[in-house]
């Protein structure tokens, strides 16, 4: 693990099975599986791989049930810390809690199921299930899925809009006398994600901080995204447990973590690089997990990067999604969004959809209303 010198954030310790978060503990490394969880061969050596490059924690999606019974027989095939995503499908904690070593929910995704719950009843019943089985928890707030009532509180802030919601989730464990959960913040933006979190240490700097720029996308600018943002952060003494999420193909996937020491050990020894402005054009796109819908995503992503460069001056931004679960929110803030479907490409502009299209045509109609866009003076 790597060694901070700079002062860190005074915050309490959470332990995740044998990795420690906050409490002065070297700063953790984490990354995701983007295998289908339910492939317990697949998942496992992913895990596996990822853990000899040096992850402390791997995460990995659970959708349904199968999902979710793959993970006693993942949890036999690795040492490494698991943390378990469970996306829209709370109620999977309880069978997948006895085998892994952290939670993580979106206060965005609790209203999807059992909406006559409160959302009070439903962080205490994952706080009692957390506890049951020594788990932690992490609060994942992200700017595409913000739960709809911070959202109308703050249409102007989205920085705002998040950080309240974390806070609020804070408040709620704090009462349920929950203390082993830590938070994120995330933004494709790193302007954004500084933000959020600065705000947040401010008002809560005892609440370890799970730092990542979510969609970061293709290397090289995925990484300089994530190094501004977590030079900004870490810097001063904010953050405790990092992802580097990038868009790889999945035999390269361990390079998020060789990617997120190298930052951290930059930081550590005061290596700040120059960093380019954000300006022109900006293509985000998913780390991918195992939700992705078709194994083009990845080319996708590239042959997007590779179409466009042509537009590099113009100040516009093209988002790359791997599913229909995500795709449609996490592309809202985008000029032109594109989700994959198992055997289509949807596409938007702004918040205009304009249809699937097949992985073959979806480049040439991006192009179109890309010059449309940039024809604008
Ligand atoms: S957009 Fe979909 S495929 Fe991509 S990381 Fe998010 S959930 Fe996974």
Redesign the pocket.
């Known amino acids: 693990m790597a060694s901070l010198a700079a002062p860190r954030n005074p915050t309490r310790e959470v332990r995740a099975g044998p990795v420690r978060i906050g409490g002065g503990s070297p700063v953790s490394v984490q990354s995701?599986c983007?295998t289908r969880t339910r492939d317990v061969d697949a998942t496992a050596r992913q895990a596996e791989q990822l853990r000899a490059a040096g992850a402390d924690l791997v995460r990995v999606?659970v959708d349904n049930k199968r999902d979710a019974q793959a993970l006693a027989a993942i949890r036999e095939r690795t040492d490494v810390a698991l943390v378990v995503d469970l996306?829209e499908h709370y109620r999977l904690a309880e069978s997948v809690a006895p085998h892994v070593d952290k939670l993580r929910y979106n206060p965005g995704h609790l209203h999807h199921h059992e909406r006559k719950r409160s959302i009070r009843d439903k962080v205490a019943w994952l706080a009692e299930v957390a506890a049951t089985n020594d788990c932690a928890l992490r609060v994942g707030v992200n700017c595409g899925s913000v739960a709809p009532e911070y959202d109308e509180k703050f249409p102007e802030d989205s920085v705002g809009a998040m950080v309240a919601c974390a806070l609020d989730h804070c408040a709620l464990l704090d009462d349920l006398g929950f203390a082993s959960y830590v938070v994120s913040l995330k933004d494709s933006d790193p302007g954004k994600v500084i933000d959020a979190n600065l705000r947040f240490a401010e008002q809560r700097p005892d609440v370890p901080l799970h730092l990542g720029v979510t969609?970061a996308g293709l290397l090289p600018m995925g990484e300089i995204k994530t190094r501004i943002a977590f030079e900004q952060l870490i810097s001063r003494g904010v953050g405790d447990t990092i992802r580097v999420?990038l868009t790889l193909p999945n035999d390269r996937k361990h390079e998020e973590v060789s990617v997120g020491r190298a930052i951290l050990e930059d930081i550590r020894a005061g290596r700040f690089r120059s960093v380019p402005p954000l300006a022109g054009l900006n293509i985000i796109s998913?780390?991918?997990?195992?939700?992705?819908?078709n194994d083009a995503?990845v080319e996708l992503a590239e042959k997007v990067r590779e179409l466009t460069r042509y537009a590099a001056e113009h100040d516009v931004t093209i988002a790359v999604?791997?599913?229909?679960?995500?795709?449609p929110g996490?592309t809202d803030d985008a000029d032109l969004g594109l989700?994959?479907g198992p055997r289509t490409v949807n596409l938007k502009r702004g918040t205009e959809r304009l249809g699937a299209f097949g992985y073959d045509e979806v480049l040439d109609r991006l192009r179109q209303e890309l010059d449309r866009i940039i024809a604008v003076p």
């Open positions: 995701m983007a999606a996306q969609e999420s998913c780390p991918s997990c195992s939700r992705v819908e995503f999604m791997g599913c229909r679960v995500n795709g996490e989700w994959c």
